[in-house]
């Protein structure tokens, strides 16, 4: 991804406008809700994140309005599924599971991650889900919707509320190993060990959206403005530390 409190404001959403640069919300301007995640650098509360200000930059040339409602995982899948929001960001793999390919639109990647078994920098490396057997394994809240099917039913695992939690949890011996997404455990990487040539899953990063003619035409505009970006060198000169190359193709 608690106290009864934290939960509640997750739950209650916070709400960002992202518009262009500049930009006031001109009458006439077309809105698209989106459901968005609280992935740490990359998705932000105060809109700081690295594929919000990607895609405010892809909103320039745009007539759209993009209006963000923060909600932890499970509740932005549900409001997705339940018609809540036109959009979500992330989770693309988990709506292919869920809907047709007729159902749902997606973006132009605005990244890719792929999940990695770290462990302690003193430590060796860990190359495979066998490797964990017998150890106290953590991930991190809520990507369990990815993590599942890769660990398969039955296997064990704790859980922290961010990647930072979950490298001290380690650290202090609650762990003896955690599964965790590049680019989010980038920071910490310091303080870590892991196999880059041994992901145990690989994705993009996405807006998707129900399939209708409004979001077709949203998601065929916004997805060239972020492959002229990418094109560009802006997705590397943005993202600094955080980059993952991978190919626009």
């Known amino acids: 991804m608690r106290m009864p409190v934290r939960l509640a404001r997750l739950l209650c959403g916070m709400v960002i406008i992202l518009l262009p640069s500049g930009a006031t ?20 509360p105060d809109g700081s994140g690295l594929y919000q200000r990607l895609m405010a930059r892809a909103l320039e040339p745009l007539d759209v309005e ?15 599924e ?22 749902v639109v997606y973006s132009f990647p605005l990244g890719k991650f792929s999940f990695h078994i770290f462990t302690s920098a003193e430590e060796e490396p860990i190359r495979s889900i066998a490797g964990l057997e017998g150890k106290s394994v953590g991930i991190i809240m809520g990507h369990e919707a990815y993590l599942d099917s890769v660990l398969g039913e039955g296997f064990q695992t704790g859980t922290a509320r961010n990647d930072a939690q979950a490298v001290r949890m380690m650290g202090a011996g609650r762990f003896d190993a955690i599964i965790a997404a590049i680019p989010d455990i980038t920071p910490f990487l310091d303080q870590l060990n892991y196999s880059p040539d041994h992901p145990v899953l690989e994705s993009y990063d996405r807006l998707n959206c129900h399939n209708t003619d409004s979001n077709r035409e949203f998601i065929g505009a916004v997805s060239a403005e972020l492959l002229r970006l990418k094109g560009a060198g802006v997705y590397e000169e943005e993202a600094g530390e955080l980059y993952v190359p991978f190919d626009a193709e």
Do not use: H, K, N, W
């Open 25 to 44: 919300g001109a009458p006439g301007a077309s809105t698209v809700t989106a459901a968005a995640l609280p992935l740490a650098s990359l998705m932000e």
């Open 66 to 80: 993009v209006r963000e409602v923060f909600y932890p995982y499970r509740r932005a899948l549900q409001a997705f």
């Open 82 to 103: 339940m018609g809540q929001v036109d959009c979500l960001f992330s989770l693309t793999d988990i709506l292919l599971e869920r809907f047709s390919e007729d159902e």
